[in-house]
């Protein structure tokens, strides 16, 4: 929503305090960002579906439907 990354659609993988680490291409292989939570919103989008099914194994193993 707001910040460097803003309008960009990732993965919220852990929260750390006040902080959220997000990966926004590959899983883990990308690297991760720490965003500010309160700088986040909930979304699903066709981009959020297309991440999902292109990283179907991933989102199957930490739960992402």
């Known amino acids: 929503m707001k910040g460097r990354h803003a309008s960009r659609v990732g993965y919220d993988d852990d929260d750390e ?3 959220a680490v997000v990966y ?3 899983p883990v292989r990308s690297g ?6 309160d700088y986040l919103a909930n979304v699903t989008s066709r981009e959020h579906e297309r991440w ?3 990283h179907a194994e991933f989102s199957c193993k930490v739960g992402i439907k």
């Open 17 to 19: 305090g006040d902080h």
């Open 24 to 26: 926004f291409g590959e």
């Open 52 to 54: 999902k099914r292109a």
């Open 32 to 37: 991760d960002v720490l965003i500010r939570c």
